[in-house]
């Protein structure tokens, strides 16, 4: 690859940072190994995945990145040999099926968690939870034994489930940190900015919209009152709900137009490789790097709750609060509640019987 499509391709992933604060990168001084950023490994579970390929790829194509194993029950090493190719920093080694598993989550820095089955028509995220929860529980199992240190960026679904299950897992191994258990609900501020700027008439690159909740229908919630830019005209309480339900059911919209072949894949690997990096540059020390991720959370009385977080050299460094709510949005806080509460306790609950 050129380095003019190294340096476009990285722009792109580094403008499309959800931060609200723009990111300095940091000079090339601030790297002390003589101006590359540290060895870091990332793992991806799930890798020859509808999502997982994708997001190798662009793992791959991350500058911060010095070491990309991709593990998966089948299928890792047509991956792996495919994209080693690429002339980019990471060295790439694939690893498949359970007794490759330790080796390739040793020494891991971020392991990224696509590994599950997928939606079709007609089913909520929910009735993902007996199958993925059991594959959750086992590859948390083997990161408590082998990468304890790691930071856990969790996509599978159901995610207002399967990250409470994780934080369980890591508790019972002794090696629970609730600064390195991220939710992965990215994929929702991506679509909250891009229905924005559409409806808004603004330049999708330049706007950020805060998403909190969870990541699952009503839970998720997106804060159109604390959008940037700010549209030209205002935009109508219709116009707020109408994008507030789009973002809400953005997942449904791509299940039911892949009629059965499965659920956002395309889509998620970007927003999994935007947070992915965000989590890098934090990792780094690189300073306000502010992403919105499913935490342990004292945001509301709920336990776990998706706001916007500074990420640092230690993984979460601050939660934020809300900010100012609308009444709508007021509204909708109080109505996720329920819902996001009982898939908490389900997952708790499921990762407390063997
Ligand atoms: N958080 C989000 O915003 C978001 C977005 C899209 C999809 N998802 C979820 O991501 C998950 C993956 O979706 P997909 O479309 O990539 O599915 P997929 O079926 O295409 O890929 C899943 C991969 O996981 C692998 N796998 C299964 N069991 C495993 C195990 N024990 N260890 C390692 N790998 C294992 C499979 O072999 C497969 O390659 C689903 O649960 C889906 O709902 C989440
Ligand atoms: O909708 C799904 O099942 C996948 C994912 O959670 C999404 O939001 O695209």
Redesign the pocket.
């Known amino acids: 690859m050129s380095s003019a499509m190294r340096r476009l391709v990285g722009s792109a992933l580094k403008n499309a940072s959800s931060s609200s604060f723009k990111t300095n990168v940091m000079p090339r001084r601030f790297y002390s190994s003589g101006g590359s950023p540290p060895p870091r490994k990332v793992v991806v579970?799930?890798a020859?995945?509808?999502?997982?390929q994708p997001l190798a790829l662009l793992m791959k194509l991350n500058p911060l990145v010095s070491k990309l194993a991709l593990?998966?029950?089948?299928?890792t090493p047509g991956v792996a040999a495919d994209v080693g190719h690429i002339n980019s920093r990471a060295e790439v080694a694939g690893y498949m099926g359970e007794e490759q598993l330790g080796t390739a989550l040793e020494n891991a820095n971020v392991v990224i968690i696509?590994?599950?089955?997928?939606?079709k028509p007609g089913m909520t995220?929910d009735d993902?939870f007996n199958i993925?929860a059991g594959?959750v529980k086992?590859?948390c199992s083997a990161i408590a034994k082998y990468c304890p240190e790691a930071i856990v960026n969790m996509?599978?679904?159901p995610?207002n489930s399967t990250v409470p299950i994780a934080a369980e897992v890591f508790k019972k191994a002794g090696t629970y940190n609730e600064k390195k258990l991220f939710g992965?609900?990215t994929?929702?501020v991506v679509r909250a900015k891009t229905f924005y700027a559409s409806k808004a008439g603004v330049p999708v690159e330049e706007v950020d919209v805060p998403v909190v909740g969870g990541?699952a229908g009503v839970t998720i919630l997106p804060l159109f009152s604390q959008a940037t830019p700010k549209p030209n005209s205002v935009l109508s309480e219709e116009d707020i709900k109408a994008l507030t339900k789009r973002t809400q059911d953005g997942?449904t919209e791509v299940v039911e137009a892949k009629a059965g072949k499965?659920?956002?894949?395309l889509s998620?690997a970007y927003?999994g490789a935007v947070f992915a990096s965000s989590v890098l540059k934090g990792l780094n020390g690189e300073p306000n790097i502010v992403e919105c991720s499913y935490v342990q959370s004292n945001v509301t009385e709920l336990p776990f709750f998706a706001s916007k977080v500074r990420l640092g050299e230690k993984g979460v460094e601050e939660v934020l609060g809300l900010g100012f709510l609308s009444e709508y949005e007021k509204q909708g806080l109080e109505g996720l509640k329920s819902e996001l509460k009982s898939s908490i306790e389900k997952g708790i609950k499921s990762a407390s019987e063997n």
């Open positions: 579970l799930g020859a995945g509808g999502i997982g593990y998966d029950i089948a299928g696509p590994a599950g089955v997928p939606r995220r993902l993925n594959i086992s590859l996509i599978s679904n995610v992965v609900t994929l929702d990541h997942g499965g659920s956002a894949t998620m927003a």
